[in-house]
Nanobody, 123 residues
Framework: QVRLVESGGGLVQAGGSLRLSCAAS????????MGWFRQAPGKEREFVAR????????YYADSVKGRFTISRDNAKNTVYLQMNTLKPEDTAVYFC????????????????WGQGTQVTVSS
């Protein structure tokens, strides 16, 4: 069991940057593959990025590739999402998720979810 708490969301102008954090409880954080997903109003939740246990393997949605960077600090039980060159279409609630399986972009592969943090990008 792991509890996830996101932070770092807010309002930013287009072209700006934000860094999201997701703090995890428990002593086995390094055994979880971590993912970031987002959900815009009226839309389904979609995959953003994912990072493997040691941080050596990352994977991104095409829509954020080159602009967003996922990273993790296993000593701090935290995963990050650095978001640069933000666009209005990045506006959504961002969720972090965890799984012990070798997951990538499939939402149902993730077992644990945070409550989300709102990111709003103004034009």
């Amino acid at each position: 069991q792991v509890r996830l708490v996101e932070s770092g969301g807010g309002l930013v102008q287009a072209g700006g940057s934000l860094r999201l954090s997701c703090a995890a409880s428990g002593r086995t954080f390094s055994s979880y593959v971590m993912g970031w997903f987002r959900q815009a109003p009226g839309k389904e939740r979609e995959f953003v990025a994912r990072i493997a246990w040691s941080g050596s393997s990352t994977y991104y949605a095409d829509s954020v590739k080159g602009r967003f960077t996922i990273s993790r600090d296993n000593a701090k039980n935290t995963v990050y999402l650095q978001m640069n060159t933000l666009k209005p279409e990045d506006t959504a609630v961002y969720f972090c998720a965890a799984t012990t399986s070798w997951a990538f972009h499939t939402l149902t592969q993730y077992d644990y979810w945070g409550q989300g943090t709102q990111v709003t990008v103004s034009s």
